[in-house]
């Protein structure tokens, strides 16, 4: 990418890049799906300590459904 090229200079090394490259992977793919990053982003990581191991899939953005909590904010 010659556009981001300049954004990823500071990544601090190839490992670096690479988790940025994922995360913003992982927060397009939330505006794709017509979640609020922000929003989506938190309630993960709000959750996924103490989300069962063998459901993490129900929190990926494509089939992620917000926590009940975050209707009664608003």
């Not at 954004?7 to 017509?34: H, M, P, Q, V």
């Not at 929003?39 to 300590?49: F, H, M, N, S, W």
């Amino acid at each position: 990418m010659g556009i981001g090229r300049k954004n990823w200079l500071f990544a601090g090394s190839d490992k670096g890049g690479e988790r940025i490259a994922n995360i913003l992977t992982i927060i397009e793919t939330a505006k794709l799906r017509g979640h609020n990053p922000e929003a989506y982003l938190t309630d993960v990581l709000t959750r996924i300590q103490g989300h069962p191991k063998d459901r993490l899939a129900e929190l990926l953005p494509w089939q992620w459904a917000p926590a009940k909590d975050l209707y009664d904010a608003a």
